[in-house]
Nanobody, 123 residues
């Protein structure tokens, strides 16, 4: 199974912004529920944001509400995570996924993971 490829991570100061990209050539992400997850050092991977394929509603972890925006690309094979007002606790490896599940407003995924992209928020 071809995994989506994440990019756009980097080192940013607190309060800064980054936009992460996820490309899935050959897959029409538009037909899937998609999402972004992250894993901080020493912590379990957690759902950050996801969009369902049915009602197109975006769901966010409480820790990123009002700061992060998930959206699909116009080409239907990509998705993005706009991250604003970044905090040191946003540091981690970020992964995108397709065919995610949304339960009680939270994002879940039990498939294979790509390599992710590192985001470091530090002064």
């Amino acid at each position: 199974q071809v995994q989506p490829v994440e990019s756009g991570g980097g080192l940013v100061q607190p309060g800064g912004s980054l936009r992460l990209s996820c490309a899935a050539p050959g897959f029409a992400l538009d037909y899937y529920s998609i999402g972004w997850f992250r894993q901080a050092p020493g912590k379990e991977r957690e759902g950050v944001a996801c969009i369902t394929s049915s009602d197109r509603v975006a769901h966010y972890a409480d820790s990123v509400k009002g700061r992060f925006i998930i959206f699909r690309g116009d080409d239907k094979n990509s998705m993005y995570l706009q991250m604003n007002s970044l905090k040191p606790e946003d540091t981690g490896v970020y992964y995108c996924a397709r065919d995610v599940m949304v339960m009680a407003g939270r994002c879940f995924y039990d498939g294979s993971w790509g390599q992710g992209t590192q985001v470091t928020v530090s002064s």
